[in-house]
Every structure is written in structure tokens, then in C-alpha cells.
């Protein structure tokens, strides 16, 4: 089950993640989006795990719980859709 994690703390490590989802089953993969130049937290990320009911207890329990003062958002990841490209501009 892939688990979208929202307004998660800024400085909040994968580790932290993966620990918070753990004590309700086994975590696969737990990743904490990261902005590409910078490299900072979008404050956004993702759990996997291997057990559905294990994953929407963890959905439940833990959506709307405050982590250093923000309010996580938690629910099943929607699947991943190819974005439209801008088409290239034309030089003149």
C-alpha cells in the first residue's frame, strides 16, 4: 500500500517517517520528497507497506496528527499520471 504523507515538517528525516508508520506494520520504502536544486523537503512524502490493513490503520490513526506543529495529511497515494509537456516555444 503507497501512503501520500502531507505538511510534514520541514527538517522531518525519511528515518523519522519511517518510524512513525512503523509501529503499525512493517514499512517497505519511506521517502521524503526533496527539492531537486536545493535539495530542502517539499514537506510532502511517501510510505510503502507490504500490508493493506496495517497501511489504512495507519491512514486512520494518523491522519490530522500534529508533528512539531503541523498537521499531517494522510491518505492513499493516488497513482502517478504522465503530466501534459509545454510544448517547446518557438524562437522567432
Known amino acids: 500500500m503507497n501512503i501520500y504523507v502531507g505538511n510534514l515538517p520541514y527538517e522531518f528525516s525519511e528515518e523519522e517517517l519511517r518510524q512513525l508508520f512503523a509501529e503499525f506494520g512493517n514499512v517497505t520504502s519511506a521517502n521524503v520528497i526533496k527539492d531537486k536544486v536545493t535539495g530542502n ?14 497501511g489504512q ?17 494522510i ?3 493516488r497513482p502517478r499520471t504522465d503530466k501534459p509537456r509545454m510544448a517547446p516555444r518557438k524562437k522567432w
Open 57 to 73: 490503520k495507519a491512514v486512520d490513526e494518523l491522519n490530522g496528527t500534529e508533528i512539531k506543529g503541523r498537521s499531517l495529511k
Open 41 to 54: 523537503s517539499k514537506g510532502f512524502g511517501f510510505v510503502e507497506m507490504d500490508n493493506d490493513e496495517d
Open 75 to 77: 491518505n492513499l497515494a
